[in-house]
């Protein structure tokens, strides 16, 4: 019904820079929020960072990232990126596309991608 493809994960060395990008598909009628979320083994998944509808005035992100990370979306794409900088070592983990979003036959639903793997490391 609605897929989200995850790109731009990888390894990167500390104090570089990665581009997470998210595209959503399928019976789609709009998107409130579009994001993305960290989650190590054993963990909670917690937000990162995400963007609503107002795009840059309403963004939200995680306070052990917050300045190191710009979020923002493309609307009439249903995509979402995730701009993340000066990455460390601590960055390295799972990261999950989600969306919450209303389907074209009106129901709201949260949607989860795959995972892409961030590893920060030397």
């Known amino acids: 019904q609605v897929q989200l493809a995850e790109s731009g994960g990888g390894l990167v060395q500390p104090g570089g820079s990665l581009r997470l990008s998210c595209a959503a598909s399928?019976?789609?009628?709009?998107?409130?929020?579009m994001g993305w979320y960290r989650q190590a083994p054993g963990k909670q998944r917690e937000l990162v960072a995400d963007?609503?509808?107002?795009?840059?005035?309403?963004?939200n992100y995680a306070d052990s990232m917050k300045g190191r990370l710009t979020i923002s979306r493309d609307n009439a794409k249903n995509t979402v990126d995730l701009q993340m900088n000066s990455l460390e070592p601590e960055d390295t983990d799972v990261y999950y596309c989600?969306?919450?979003?209303?389907?074209?036959?009106?129901?709201?639903?949260?949607?989860w991608g795959q995972g892409t793997q961030v590893t920060v490391s030397s």
């Open positions: 399928g019976s789609i009628f709009l998107i409130y929020t």
């Open positions: 989600n969306t919450d979003l209303v389907l074209k036959n009106g129901y709201r639903r949260t949607y």
């Open positions: 963007v609503g509808m107002l795009g840059t005035n309403n963004t």
